[in-house]
């Protein structure tokens, strides 16, 4: 199994920044190969939604749009862990975010995805 634990997430007003951060407990398990690692979010009352994603291997990176501009996802591959700077966070980006990992080479929707942390809540304020 992969293990993920998220941490960082809390409140902040609108226009202020968080800094997410997702350590997995490994990269490979028997055959199975992390590849991509990605965060989701799921506001209430809505579905979970793609946010980020960067490739293990290359570093590509993904952004939904509503996020582009604003947010920046890293990896520390030595570390096994991946960041999510949140910046200019809006009332809408309040939401439960999830640490995900996968073995796809492009992993943009939560199916790609095999591994989940458990969460961790941002709420920003207006």
């Known amino acids: 199994q992969v293990q993920l634990v998220e941490s960082g997430g809390g409140l902040v007003q609108a226009g202020g920044s968080l800094r997410l951060s997702c350590a997995a407990s490994?990269?490979?398990?028997?055959?199975?190969?992390?590849?991509?690692m990605g965060w989701f979010r799921q506001a209430p009352g809505k579905e979970r939604e793609f946010v980020a994603a960067i490739s293990r291997s290359d570093g590509s990176t993904y952004y939904a749009e509503s996020v582009k501009g604003r947010f920046t996802i890293s990896r520390d591959n030595a570390k096994i862990t991946v960041y999510l700077q949140m910046n200019s966070l809006k009332p809408e980006d309040t939401a439960v975010y999830y640490c995900?990992?996968?073995?796809?080479?492009?992993?943009?929707?939560?199916?790609?995805?095999?591994?989940w942390g458990q969460g961790t809540q941002v709420t920003v304020s207006s």
């Open positions: 995900a990992a996968g073995k796809a080479y492009v992993a943009l929707v939560r199916n790609d995805y095999d591994y």
């Open positions: 490994r990269r490979t398990f028997g055959s199975y190969v992390t590849r991509t």
